[in-house]
């Protein structure tokens, strides 16, 4: 009797049972600026519905094929100019933001539109998010029109690759899932104390060596080791392909060469750029190094001009981020070079900057020439403000938004990167059992995130938020080895933090967001990510 209800059983889930009706819904995450749905009517996608689309357009066409297959089987056929298509990607003329996009579904179908390709891009990511995920030969699409665009310009990720190196592989999930929640710059910290993982053709030396330390502390700097060599590091070849890769989803990359502190795996190749001379092991413990390169040696700014020089070629990005944080002065307040430079330039204290943080600021300056002659601006976290800063200068605020709040107010454009709200290397639920190790410390829950207010209302001015310019989310890696905890320290925080990027504050609800996120959480399993199952 059992065996013949199994057989029955079988037989109608694979040869009886018509597929399922799915239904797309429109209510995903980030959620759109304006969606209005007429739920009593539907159109229906079938494989034979095809995707047409504006020339030019054809790797957005591709993409939401790609995308329809991957979460319902159907394949959509793709023409440009199919008349009979039903889902179509449109370029049109007018004045509207590049990344603003509408989509319109009704008796004729899906109609995407915007001005630019990366405005159907954010469209085509979109439809794919409302789709229902799970096999089916027909999806119901009720009738809907879709007005959005994304509240900031700038909608950051970092990954930080010079504690633990990622393979190129993991990058371009990262891109990938970046894309899914609508990021546009990946801000990629190359090069720290612990690794240089850029190559510098000029430099052959640098990244073969700079980048291999020669073990790595256990836990959180308790003096055990494990002494295995770790190292590795991205030749111009792959950076170009990551460049290419993140530009076909409209992303972005900012290369970061943090300096002049932050730089051990530089002093270990070329121990003349340091106030003492060396020897510079690579460092293989976490923390703030005392060794950072020498500001008063003529030869620190020649090394700077070759390394970022290359940094140039290599990253068409509009912007480039030079570090600027934890440079501790303890070396410079001894080095003969660098207080002779101090002297040379006619640093006086004047009360507000100490003479080093001043030398600092002359060496910023020295690079934003450098970089602004090549048509980029520079980016520094917080502590470039220390000792005066020229007008270009971004400010990435992350020790709280107080530097960002001192920046808008002096004129500088800010993104927004506060610990305590983007750090996301910290732990996301309170019960610090229930997850992987990782630095420790206060807690970045998904809902502390989704609480940050980038603009600050209560200290700054209209005029002054008009200067921030977006927040970023920072996945720092000192304790995390491997892809699969970098997703899991990610997602989905990172989904929290989308809505903080794209969505106004009269959107945001995060019992909404919550009850939005299994969706999403289905596109991550058909993407094979990883990530935390509870949100606090
Ligand atoms: C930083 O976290 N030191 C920018
Ligand atoms: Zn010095």
Redesign the pocket.
Known sequence: MKRLFLIFSLSQLLFLSPMQAQRADYRIVPLPMNVETDSAHTFTLRPEVGIAYSEGCEREARFLQEWVKQATGIQLRLAPNDSRAAIRLMLKTGDTPAEAYSISVGKKGVELEATERVGLFRAAQTLRKSLPCGPTDHIDLPYTHIDDQPRFAYRGVLLDCARHYFPVSMIKRMLDVMALHGCNQFHWHLTDDQGWRFEVKALPRLAPYGSVREQTVIGPNAGIYDGQRYGGYYTQEECRDLVRYAAERHINIIPEIDLPGHMQGALHVFPNLGCTGGPYPVRTMWGVSREVLCGGNPETLDFLRTVLGEVCDVFPSPYIHIGG??CPKDRWRKCPKCQAKIQELGIQDDGRHSPEDQLQSYINREVEDFLSERGRSLIG?DEILAGGLSGNSIVMS?RGTKGGIEAARQGHRVIMSP?VFA?IDHPQLKDVAKQPRTIGGYIVSASKIYSFEPLIPDSLSQEEQRHILGPQA?L?TEYIAYPEHAFYQLLPRLAAMSEVQWCRPEQKDFDDFKARLPRLEKVYDLMGLPYCHAVE
Request: proline fraction near 0%; hydrophobic fraction near 40%; aromatic fraction near 50%.
């Open positions: 944080d934890e976290w992350w610990n750090y920072n720092w």
